[in-house]
């Protein structure tokens, strides 16, 4: 069974992508998180309206989707930006002055952690553990881990 469709700010693609994926996965039991890993792979987020979809495909309230989306933080809730900055939270990391990098961080691009920048060309996000230890605190710009980083030179990274 295929939900209705409701007006909703999705455009037809990103609608028929959230249905494909919902219609693939709603019979696989606990298929709620293989559904939300599945469009924010497809989408780069999980979008509000497609909420209702998926409690529709899953036989759930939108309070089950909604809550299961805001519990984890992995999931985004709005379009990322060209590039996403992940700062390392680990506890050798803020040893060697992580917190200050995301306080510096913070500042520079006037966000939040899960936040993007007003021009959508940077996300920024915790990240806990890069498996850079001896080197920290670490960052990462899209797929390319840094060392040692400073709020000095993480400016020269995002520069």
């Known amino acids: 069974m295929e939900p209705s469709s409701s007006k909703s700010p999705l455009n037809a693609d990103d ?3 959230i249905k494909d ?24 987020y999980v979008p509000a309206a497609a909420v ?7 036989n759930l309230s939108r309070a089950d989707v909604h809550g299961v989306i805001s519990f984890y933080h992995f999931y985004r809730t709005s379009p990322p930006g060209q590039k996403t900055l992940y700062i390392c939270r680990a ?4 040893a060697m002055g992580s917190r200050e990098l995301e306080v510096h961080a913070q500042q520079k691009l006037g966000v939040d952690y899960h936040g993007t920048t007003k021009d959508g060309t940077l996300s920024l996000e915790p ?3 890069l498996g ?15 060392g040692r980083v400073t709020p000095g030179r993480l400016d020269e990274i995002l520069g």
């Open 15 to 17: 609608e028929r992508a």
């Open 21 to 44: 994926i919902c219609h693939a996965k709603q019979d696989v039991p606990g298929g709620l998180l293989p559904i939300l890993h599945d469009i924010q792979r497809s989408l780069g």
């Open 52 to 58: 209702p979809i998926i409690a529709e495909y899953l």
């Open 91 to 94: 506890e050798a990391c803020q």
């Open 127 to 129: 990240v806990y553990c």
């Open 132 to 146: 850079n230890c001896a080197c920290s605190p670490a960052v990462m710009l899209d797929e390319t881990v840094y």
